[in-house]
Every structure is written in C-alpha cells, then in structure tokens.
C-alpha cells in the first residue's frame, strides 16, 4: 500500500493538520439553518404560533421569505463550512429576525411571553453567528499572510528516472521550466537562486542540496540567513508502470514571514502555488519529450492576450526567434 | 496579414494583424491557400464555447504552401505543400506515441484552464479558445504550425486544394466516428446530422463496409447530398417522420447497430425537451444541448455501439444512463485524432475511393469569411460547407 504522507530530508513531515472545529460549527451552523428554513416555508402558520406573532397572511409571507433567506445561508455553509461570508450572512439574518421580533412587542394581538422567548433564543445564536464569523475572518486573513506555502505535485514523464534525475541534478536547468526562477548559478556545491519578484523586484537566496540519491531523489533548502523566505523542497524519480517512463513528484515548503514581505511572496506564488508548480511540472515534461518550452501566440505574452501573432517587439514573456 | 478575427457573439471581422513568426524551433510558417470554416466553428460564433478572446484568429481547418522554417524542422522545406491536421501535437508523449494525437499532453500552454473544466487536458487546437492553448488559426493569410515534423501532411501536385483539404479535419472526424463503430459486413448504420462531419460519416461507413447506412437530419437538401453523393441508403427527415417509427422500419425491429451522433451541442429537435434545453442553456445551467444523443441511446440495438463525433463543450442534462447499463451500450467519442488518418486516407482520395470536394457549396474569399459564417449559420442558400480562398 501507497502511503501519502512523505518526510524531507531531515525526517520531518511537512504535511500540515488544519483545525477541525470551525469546520463542524459552520456545519452545524448550516444544518439549523437549513431545519429553520424548511420549517418557515412548510409550516409558517406554526413558527408564528411558536414565536408569538399573529398567524396571518402577512406573517406567513414574511415567515416564507424568511425561509428561503435560512435556506440560502444553510445551503451555502453545508457547501463551504469555514466561509466568513455565509457565516456573516447568518449574523445578517440574525439582526433582520431581531428587528422583526421587536416590530411584534408592538403588535396588540401579539404574545408577549412567546415573543420574549423568541427573542431571547435569536439573541443567543447571534452571539454563536457573530463569534463564528468574526474568528474566521481572522483565521481566514491569517492563513493568507502567515501560513507556510506546501505543494506537493506529481507528472509523468517519458523517459528513464536517471534521465529526468540528470536534468534536474543539474539545477541551473531549473528556470528554464520553472517560470518564477531567473537564474541558477552553482559554485562550489552552494547555489545561489534568482527570482522574479513583484514590481520587478528580484529575489534571490542560496541553497544547498541535502540529499542526492543518483535517479532516484534530490532534496535542498535555503542557507539559513541567505534569506526571510526559509525553503526547502525535494523531487522524488520513480520508474512509471507500463514504459512510461518516470513519475516525478516535488514537494516544496516555503515559511513566507508575516506581513509585507509575506504577502509579496504570495503574490509571487500567484493566488494558487499548487497550480503554479503544476505548470512548471508540464514544462519540465515538455523540455525532456520534446526538447522545448512550448508556446502559443497568447502564451508568450504576460497577461491575457487574444489569440493572433505578436507585433514585432511586442512585450512577451516567450522566445520570439 | 488578412486574418479572421472573433469579435463576440455571431461577429466575426477580417482585419489587418501582424504576420506570424516562428515561435518554437519545429515550427513552420504556411502562407494558406484554402482554409475552411467548421461546423464546430459555429459553435465559437454562437458563444457556446468559454475562454475566447476579442481578437482571436478563427479557424482550424486549413492548408498552404511552406515559407519558413524553425530551426529543428527536418522534415519539411520551404515550397513544401501541406494540409495541416486540427489538433496539434508533439509526437513523443505517450498519448501521441499510442496515435491518440488529440489527446497529446504537451501541446495546449493552458492545460491548467482545460482541468477546472473536463479533469484533465485534450490537445492545443489551432483558433479553438484559450482553454485549448491560445493559437491563433488559419483563417488568414499565414499561419504558425508547431511540431512540424508531425503534423502536417505533404500533398500530391495533382490533387487539389478542394480535394485534400478536408484531411485537416472533417473527413478524419467524421472517418473515425464511423471506425468506432466496429462496423461489420451486414450493419445498419443510423448518423444522426447531415452536415459536413456527418456527410463523411456517412461516406466512411460505407468505405468500412456497412450493409445500410441511414442519415436523419432536417434540411432536404443535407438529406439529399447524404443520399446523391455521401451514399446514404435511407434517409429520415425528422419535422416529417418520426424517427422511432421509420429506424424500427429499416431495421426490422432491432435498432441500428450503431449511432453516429454528428451534431453535437446545438441540436435541435420538437418538443417540450427542446424548449427545456434551449431555456436552460439560455439561463447558462446546461450549456450543451445533447437531443440527437439522447434520441441516438435510445434508438441504438441492445448492446450497440453509440459513436460521438460531434463536439460537447460543457454538462448535459437528462441523459439516459439508465438505457446504456441495462441495454449495454458502448459509447465511444473523442475530438478526432487526426494524425493516424492523414496517410490512409490520403492514400483512398489517391486511389479514387472518394473525393471530399463533394460538400462544398460555397467558396468565398478570404475577405468575406462573415458572410460565410452567417451563409452556413442560417442555413441559406443551401449552405453546406464554405471554402474561403486565402491567395
């Protein structure tokens, strides 16, 4: 059996726990909307008897209107439990059904020991709504800064271990398919990386290779000090079933400090790394299939770009020949 | 150069844009001769297709004359005349080694698009969005074909452009929608869609050896160059017959053997279902419409084959899963793997077996492709297939 967690180098995982409890209270928070829904729009002369408000037409539309809001909030946390958006839609709801509650004190007909009730049981699971929404949007903006970067990232390549081994050994190969990367320069076992930052900023730290298992794995990390961005990564060669040639799969862990430097560096990694290293992954598969990067007349270009050949000394990304 | 540029919704513009250039070592430079539009390029000008761009260079079915060449191109030279396959795709990969070349895993820069939206990625194809790589097309005067070496087919100087042209894509396509069928001697083949792709499915099941070949559609005359010049034994207009009643006619009870679906997700058909589809792929909730798919499961024999050649982009809904495990259908599909046809069918078109000109009716310049596309989108005229001459 295929075990999915893996280890660096130096023995540690570097797969990450995430916590479990505001998932399930954004999923218990959905459940009772979804209930509390279901019961104003079925039942909406019963919720205006249970809560204290006279059972008219008007109440049911406004009861049946209600019900659909609870459903929308409960449907959309079920779907995404740690969302601070669905969440704060709750607190939302929480305060229109407070509001409400206390146009009922006014009402003549209304029961004012119910209403009470009613009110006091909204009060509280605002409390629950507003507490919940307002930690996951800190956690949310958190994880956005703070939060070390890890991708883990596998292709197919069609050619032997040892050769795919060979390239990447040779890491001033690198940037040639990894397209955050300037440039390698490997002296004296120690090398030193260059990447294109934001605002044309340029990035660069030195790395060592901890772990060199000749067609089969390589590993590396930052020189500590070289950087803010303490890193490491490892690529792992094996042989694919059925001649296909080799499975290779990286694994990258970046600890981008908290703040402005943190957030350059996610802008770096665009808003999602793991599609970035898969990028540079198919790539790498184009350079050893087929001797080169391939590009396409939108592709060469860094933004979007509709689909038709280049002015000449257009700015483009790709080699123009 | 002149090119044919998308423009949004049913809006196509021929303008002025910079000449291509080699972008890739084994690319080559084609000066185009015939290009042609597409039925699936109907799909690209009704805006069913996401990821297109304002600007983008139209057309994946073209032909022409080598004028430069990448310097890792071996194969072919300057004044070389080649028919360019629609899919493009590098050869080495294990996808293109097994001649699934529409499934070449290093020929679209976009995968990543093509994943959120079918799971993994096809090919690149010339002028078929940016999920599929962002190429410009051959609609124009020039055009850059990569892996050279690959792709392109040289041509013979005594057959002409209206003769080869359709290697590119729907002879192929329509071809290995027949070829999937299995076909053997005593079949009934039913092709539902008597447009271009369907013409040559038709003409293909005969070549494969089927007993019967019967093409639904409802333009008469679609059925009547399916019967005159495609080989169709029986045809069914469908605002006329009830299809059911006649295929059950032909087929002494059984269904065909196999169904060809070569319409693909602008069907069209009568009734509630109809409506229900076109009001859903107004309210973008199911963007493809799969009526002939459907009706194609339904009608094909216990433990027949259902072969779908023309083009879904998105989700379909109410299909009949439930027909397909409890009467055994196979369904087979796939964009058409162009590159394992070229020699083989080049070789029939030498030797007689059939010459592909017959469904053009229209050929245009260049400079009026919006004409064409409105000609062969409302069906005026008896539009069959638009040819635009480039030079």
Same mark, same amino acid.
């Given at each position: 059996m295929q075990q999915l967690t893996h280890e660096t180098s130096n023995g540690h995982p570097i797969s990450q726990s995430r916590p479990r409890r505001a998932k399930r209270r954004g999923r218990g928070l959905g459940w009772f909307s979804v209930g509390l829904g279901l019961a104003e729009l079925l039942a909406p002369g019963g919720i205006a008897r249970l809560i204290g408000v006279p059972d008219n037409s008007r109440s049911r539309l406004i009861l049946r209107g209600l019900g659909v809001r609870e459903l929308t909030s409960g449907i959309g946390l079920l779907a995404q439990p740690e969302s601070p958006g669905w969440l704060w839609s709750r607190v939302l709801g929480d305060a229109m059904d407070l509001v409400l509650l206390g146009d009922g004190f006014t009402i003549k007909r209304g029961r004012q020991g119910r209403l009470l009730a009613a009110t006091a049981a909204v009060a509280g699971v605002t409390a629950i709504d507003a507490f919940s929404a307002a930690s996951q949007t800190r956690n949310a903006t958190l994880s956005k800064v703070g939060a070390p970067i890890h991708v883990r990232k596998t292709i197919t390549i069609k050619r032997t271990p040892q050769e795919v081994y060979e390239f990447w050994r040779d890491l001033s190969n690198l940037p040639t398919f990894m397209a955050h990367l300037e440039s390698i320069e490997v002296t004296n076992g120690v090398s030193t990386w260059r990447a294109k930052g934001p605002l044309a900023l340029s990035i660069s730290w030195q790395a060592e290779v901890t772990l060199d298992h000749p067609g089969q794995s390589i590993a590396w990390r930052s020189v500590e000090g070289t950087t803010n961005v303490p890193n490491r990564g490892v690529v792992r060669f094996a042989p694919a079933p059925g001649d296909r040639g080799t499975e290779v799969e990286v694994e990258l862990k970046y600890e981008p400090p908290v703040g402005a430097l943190g957030a350059a560096v996610a802008k770096l990694f665009g808003e999602e790394p793991s599609q970035q290293i898969a990028s540079d992954l198919r790539r790498l598969k184009q350079v050893l299939e087929t001797g080169e990067v391939l590009h396409s007349d939108a592709s060469i270009h860094p933004g979007l770009h509709p689909a038709r050949p280049a002015r000449k000394g257009a700015d483009t990304k790709g080699s123009l020949q | 150069m002149k090119a044919n540029c998308w423009y949004g919704k049913r809006k196509v513009i021929v303008e002025d844009v910079p000449d291509p250039q080699?972008?890739?070592?084994h690319d080559v430079i084609i000066r185009v001769t015939s290009t042609a539009i597409c039925g699936s390029d109907l799909h690209l000008y009704n805006g069913f297709i996401p990821t297109m761009e304002h600007g983008d260079v139209l057309g994946h079915e073209f032909m022409g004359e080598v004028v430069e060449v990448g310097r890792n191109v071996k194969k072919l030279k300057v004044g070389d005349r080649v028919v360019v396959p629609f899919p493009i795709a590098c050869g080495h990969c294990h996808a293109c080694q097994q001649g699934t070349t529409s499934l070449c895993e290093n020929s679209n820069p976009n995968a990543w698009m093509a994943e959120k939206l079918w799971g993994h990625s096809p090919c690149g194809i010339f002028g078929y969005s940016h999920l599929l790589g962002g190429f410009a097309g051959g609609q124009a005067e020039y055009a850059r074909v990569p892996f050279a070496d690959f792709g392109p087919i040289k041509v013979p100087a005594h057959l002409s452009d209206d003769q080869v042209l359709f290697l590119s894509d729907i002879f192929p396509t329509g071809y290995m929608g027949a070829e999937m069928c299995d076909i053997k001697p005593g079949q009934v083949i039913a092709v539902w869609g008597a447009g271009p792709v369907g013409q040559f499915a038709i003409a293909s099941a005969k070549l494969l050896g089927a007993e019967r070949v019967i093409s639904i559609d409802r333009f008469p005359y679609r059925l009547q160059m399916a019967a005159e010049k495609a080989g169709a034994t029986d045809i069914i207009n469908y605002e006329q017959t009830d299809v059911h009643e006649a295929l059950m006619e032909f087929t002494g009870g059984r269904g065909p053997d196999a169904c060809i679906?070569? %319409?693909?997700?602008e069907s069209h058909a009568h009734g509630p279902m109809y409506a229900l589809d076109r009001t859903k792929q107004a309210l973008m %909730?199911?963007?493809?419409?799969?009526l002939a798919l459907r009706q194609a499961i339904r009608e094909c024999k216990n433990g027949g084959i259902v072969s779908v050649s023309g083009v879904y982009g998105g989700f379909v809904d109410t299909f009949p899963m439930g027909a397909v495990v409890n009467r055994a259908l196979t369904i087979r599909s796939g964009q058409c793997h162009a590159h394992r046809y070229l020699a083989p069918l080049l070789e029939r078109i030498e030797r007689g077996e059939i010459d592909p000109s017959f469904v053009i009716t229209h050929r245009l310049p260049l400079a009026d492709a919006a004409k064409g596309y409105d000609l062969f989108h409302k069906k005026l005229?008896?539009?069959e297939k638009v040819v635009l001459k480039a030079a």
């Open positions: - | 080699i972008l890739n070592a679906d070569a %319409v693909g997700l %909730v199911e963007p493809d419409r799969p005229e008896g539009c």
